[in-house]
């Protein structure tokens, strides 16, 4: 293995980063409930058989019954992609108990978050939980040999920034808001140049590139917790979760946000070249036929973001008044 990047010397306690070390990691832990899904699961069988733990639960299941009492040293583990981490966060934090995250893929900035939103079925969203991680332990060996279209998928959540960004510079209320944007504005701009390089010749199964996509989602979740709020969910986000909605129907989170950053461009009347040669660049799938839609649904969420996320999530939403114009719906229908 190459020497580890700074930042990652620079977070050593709390991040733990290495070939193969998921196993000896995790045993090193208390009693374990692992919240894993079906997927990484399967694909990571024997890892998980050498590791004992007394509750396997799945994304989306709580604990029978608080066993914090007679139980206080178990440490909840979130093991897989986003839903599996973000779900082990509501676990910890309904159960009181250490939490520890051990990403099998690189495809969400949930690995550095500590905040989730529970959703039902339907997309109804709910509380927010929140549980800081103890540990974060990065296995290369497993986040290297990941598929690679699902990598590929957290670098649409880091580019996500910009749009986010785009919305905030729509809707600023002072000076206060006009001096911290044009603060965030260099620094999403540099990560965007990173996004760029890094999907030059993107090949997530390369450990240098590993490491930069997850210094990458780092990076952005630092970047929307020092903006405060605002960077946190843009247009592509809100546009989204209301296409999980509609559609009644669940996709890999960045593809739904990666759709979201091209529709928000278009709706903006802004060239989609840059978003473009991040998103075409690494293989992050976005077009509507790549996910199973066409440009009647996009249609549909456009015209219904507004509505379900200031109802839902009492979120406002910028560009929510901006309909599909037959311009950019021919594009969509022409770039799939
Ligand atoms: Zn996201």
């Known amino acids: 293995m190459n020497p580890l990047p700074p930042w990652v010397d620079a977070m050593s306690g709390w991040l733990d980063v290495g070939h193969d070390i998921l196993v000896d990691a995790l045993r090193r832990e208390r009693r374990l409930i692992i919240v894993s899904e079906s997927g990484a699961r399967t694909a990571l069988a024997d890892q998980l058989s050498r590791i004992p733990s007394s509750i396997n639960l799945n994304a989306g299941e709580r604990p029978a019954g608080r066993t914090s009492d007679s139980d206080p040293e178990a440490t909840v583990v979130g093991f897989g992609g986003g839903a599996a981490l973000d779900w082990a966060k509501l676990v910890a934090s309904e159960t009181g108990f250490d939490l520890v995250l051990v990403p099998t893929v690189t495809s969400t900035n949930s690995i550095f978050t500590s905040s989730m939103r529970e959703r039902d079925e339907s997309g109804r969203a709910g509380e927010v939980h929140r549980a800081d991680p103890r540990l974060v332990i990065l296995d290369l060996a497993v986040l290297t040999t990941a598929p690679r279209r699902i990598n590929a998928a957290g670098l649409a959540d880091v580019l996500a920034v910009e749009t986010a ?35 030059r010749a993107y090949d997530p199964s390369d450990e240098a590139q590993c490491l930069e996509t997850l210094r990458l989602l780092y990076e952005s979740v630092r970047l929307m917790e020092s903006s405060g709020g605002p960077l946190g969910a843009g247009y592509e986000h809100l546009f989204a979760w209301n296409l999980e909605r509609v559609t009644g129907r669940k996709f890999v989170h960045g593809e739904a946000v990666a759709l979201g950053i091209v529709v928000a461009h278009l709706l903006r009347g802004r060239s989609v070249a840059r978003p473009l040669t991040v998103l075409d660049g690494a293989g992050v799938l976005w077009r509507p036929h790549q996910l199973g839609i066409d440009d009647e649904d996009v249609a549909r969420v456009v015209a219904s973001v507004g509505e379900y996320n200031r109802a839902e999530r009492h979120l406002d939403v910028p560009l929510a008044d901006r309909s599909p114009g037959r311009e950019w719906r021919d594009w969509l229908r022409e770039a799939s």
């Open 165 to 199: 960004l785009l919305d905030w510079i729509d809707t600023q209320a002072g000076e206060e808001d006009d001096r911290e944007i044009s603060t965030h504005s260099s620094l999403v701009e540099d990560l965007v140049d990173a996004l760029a390089g890094l999907a």
